[in-house]
């Protein structure tokens, strides 16, 4: 990929997440997070109001992250990342990552992408954007 093939409004490649309670307990163990509400359902429902086990924010931002770097490729890097999560999401949902270029400075070979997770309703529940700078 070279900067110049790049246009604004160019799509990243959407991708669909399915979490399982064996998956959000993992990444909960890996990362130290022992909030009962993305692995104890009756919790959840009972004690904090949720409608099921919620999906960790954090979880969505790195497939957010995942989606500019899989579109980028080895053709750069990664050089700034932010993302908000806006509404929380329920195990059982399938949630989709993508997102577009906005902005394209062909003299320093940065991009700028806007990102987002999208329920199954198309709401944008974690918008974000990334900064990356391209090798050519």
Known sequence: MKISDIQI???????????????????????????????????????EGHPGVVIDGPLQGDWLSQCALNWLGDAGDLVSFEYSNRASSCLGETLTSGGKVTEVDIENKIVSVEIYIKNEKGEVTTPGTATLKLNA
Do not use: K, Q
């Open 9 to 47: 409004g160019d799509e990243l490649p959407s991708r669909d997440h399915l979490a399982t309670n064996v998956s959000l307990f993992l990444y909960n163990a890996a990362i130290w997070n022992a909030h009962r509400i993305h692995y104890d359902e009756p919790y959840a429902i009972n004690e």
